[in-house]
């Protein structure tokens, strides 16, 4: 099925930020794992599967519109510290709700309702899980203190 180019255009560039969502926490992840915090990393790794199963959904959907994906991740931000890992992953969450609610609004606009639908389940997820834990744990910090924070995510 041809799609409308404005919205083919939109997911792909949705899927570029995707991309690198999943590089992000894919870095963060294995960054976790070697700083010895297996419950971050067992986290972070779960969001990290979740961000390549939105990739998956946009790239399928391009394809039925008959688009050309772009496979070039936007570039990531990756943090050195914990609290800066979780900050860089919580801003970039930030970024794709902002980016999947205009493309939920152009979806709109042009009648596009099942590409709509893919991208309202993308935002619930970003809102409700991602974005929401990663505040969770930048407000764990801050009331418990880094330290404890910490030894808190050992095995």
Known sequence: MKGQAQVVDYLKELL??????????????RMYADFGLEKLYERINHEM????????ALLQR???????????????????????????DLALEYKVRAALAKGIELCEQLADYPTRDIL??????????????????????????????????MS
């Open 16 to 29: 570029r930020g995707e991309l690198a969502a999943r590089d992000q926490y894919f870095l963060h992840s």
């Open 49 to 56: 599967e979740e961000e390549t199963q939105h990739a998956d």
């Open 120 to 153: 309202q389940a993308q935002l619930k997820d970003t809102e409700e899980d991602h974005a929401y834990w990663l505040e969770q744990q930048l407000g764990l910090i801050d009331r418990i203190g880094l330290q404890n924070y910490l030894q808190s995510q």
């Open 62 to 88: 391009i394809l039925f519109l008959q688009g050309t994906p772009d496979m070039t991740p936007e570039p990531i931000n990756p943090g050195q510290t914990v609290p800066d890992m979780l900050r860089n």
